[in-house]
C-alpha cells in the first residue's frame, strides 16, 4: 500500500547528524533529495520540524527559565529549521511554503489549513514551523494535530533509530525492536515513541504511525511504498 499524502516528523537533533549543535548541510540536502524522489512522483508531503538543535524548551524550564517563555523559545527554533528545509528542497527543485503558528509574515506564511492543503495538492511540499503556536504543546503532538487537519493518510517519525525499542538500543545491547505496535500498547507501557498527547490523538483519527532511520538513504521513499521498513504503530497490530 502506498500513501497519497504522508505527514513527516523530523526531530531538530536530526538535523545536526554528528555536529553538536545546529544544522548539517549534508543532512538536509539528503533529506531533501528524498523528499524530492516521492513529491515528484506524486505523493503530497508536509513536514513538522522540532528545534532541539537550536534550543529545547524543557530544556531552558529546566535551567530556571519560565516554561512557557522556553517552549517560545524553541518554537522559534524550529522556524529557523523549517526555512532551512525549505532552502534545501527548493535547491532541489522542489516548490516548498512554510507556515508558521506564530506569525511572522517577512519569512513565513501564516498557519492557514485550507490554504496549506491546496499547497498539497498543487505539488507543494509544506513545512509548518513555530509548534502548534502553543507553550506546553511538542512538535511530537503538533506533528499528530497537523496530520489530522490536512487529512494526511500516516505520520513517518523519521529517527536516528531503525524503530521502536523496549529500551535505548544504543545503551542496551539486547534491546529488542517492535515491528508492530497498538496505539494502546503504546499508552499502556509508555513506549518512548512520541508523548501520550501525540498517540491520543492519532488513536483518535486513526492515523497510523512508522518510525524509522532518517539516516538510510531513501527510507523516506520505502515507507512512502509501503514497504515493511521500522515499526508500524497503528489501531491493530
Known sequence: ????????????EALMGDKPYGIDP????????????????????????????????LKGSAAGMDRATADY??????VM???????????????????TAIEMQEVAEPYIRRRAIR?????RVVVFGAGCGNPFFTTDTTAAL?????????????????????RDPKLFKNAIRYDNLTF???????IAVMDSTAIALCKDNNIPIVVF?????????KAVAGESIGSQIGSCA
Do not use: C, W
Open 1 to 12: 500500500m502506498s500513501y497519497a499524502r504522508v505527514l513527516l516528523k523530523l526531530s531538530g
Open 26 to 57: 549534508a543532512i538536509v540536502q539528503s533529506i531533501a533529495e528524498d523528499v524530492a524522489n516521492v513529491v515528484t512522483h506524486g505523493t503530497q508531503l508536509a513536514i513538522v520540524v522540532g528545534g532541539g538543535n537550536i534550543f529545547r524548551g
Open 73 to 78: 523559545v524553541g518554537m522559534l527554533a524550529t
Open 81 to 99: 529549521n523549517a526555512i532551512t528545509l525549505q532552502d534545501g528542497l527548493e535547491r532541489r527543485g522542489i516548490a516548498t511554503r512554510v507556515q
Open 119 to 123: 499547497h498539497l495538492e498543487k505539488g
Open 146 to 166: 497537523r496530520a489530522a487537519e490536512i487529512n494526511a493518510d500516516v505520520i513517518f517519525k523519521a529517527t536516528k533509530v531503525d524503530g521502536v525499542y523496549d
Open 184 to 190: 494502546q500498547e503504546v499508552l499502556s507501557k509508555e
Open 213 to 221: 532511520d532518517l539516516f538510510q538513504p531513501g527510507n523516506i521513499t
